[in-house]
């Protein structure tokens, strides 16, 4: 049997998604906990797209084989009594074996999330960017367009990125101001390693006015990692989730997303 499992996870204390020897990843927490409540020595699960360290996920969707018959409220009240309190399964749902939590993903959305004031959080630690000088809207919404589309996006891209290509295609890059809380939201098709840090680091550059919003085509079109800014901070990014079809009748949000602003 093939299930699907929705997670909504606090990354801070975490070296990111994929297992590591150290065991401190979202994948070591979610398999071990599998495993304790399947009573199996292991279990795989393949994730719809990994997430670094410090990032947040609110409905990372896994899936795994078992040849356990159990009740879908029961693999999810069972494998969260294992887990720790920052990590807990949404959702699961029996899907067919042709289902790939990865492959079937149509794409992927993120939102970061960024605060605008003269003192750095506190109660909002790892949970939100910060910024201390104000941002202009239209300055970054302008440079935003420039990133739409396809694209090779290699001056946005970390070094150590394993994608096998740059080209990627940015469906969506949504900007909207809630008092001094600030929302980028990000849909492509794929993205690659520190990408939306990297553009958000770029947009930051201009909407405190310290380059001009045609900057970011300049950026775009040197395919050179050095032409962008500085990677901005995990702190404030949360994956959304990836979108399917509805054939596979999969939930496209949590509870989770109630807590952005």
Known sequence: MRIALGISYLGSAYQGWQSQTSGRTVQDVLEQSLAQFSDLPSVSTLCAGRTDAGVHGLNQV??????????????????????????????????????????????????????????RPSVEAGRVGWVFRPLDAAAMQEAAQHLLGEHDFTSFRASQCQALSPV?????????????????????SAFLHHMIRNIMACLVTVGQGRQPPGWMQQVLA??????????????????LGPTYGPEWGLPPETPAFASLP
Request: cysteine-free; charged content about 25%.
């Open 168 to 188: 990627k295609r940015l469906l969506r890059l949504d900007i909207a101001q809630r008092g001094p809380y600030w929302r980028f939201d990000f849909e492509a």
């Open 222 to 239: 040197a395919r050179n990692r050095d032409a962008a800014s500085p990677t901005f901070s995990p702190d404030g990014l949360y994956f």
């Open 62 to 119: 896994v899936h795994f084989d078992t040849p356990l018959d159990r009740p879908m409220a029961s693999w999810v009240r069972g494998t969260n009594s294992f887990l720790p309190r920052d990590v807990a399964v949404q959702w699961a749902q029996a899907v067919p074996d042709t289902f790939h939590a990865r492959a079937a993903a149509l794409s992927r959305r993120y939102a970061y999330v960024l605060l605008e004031s003269p003192v």
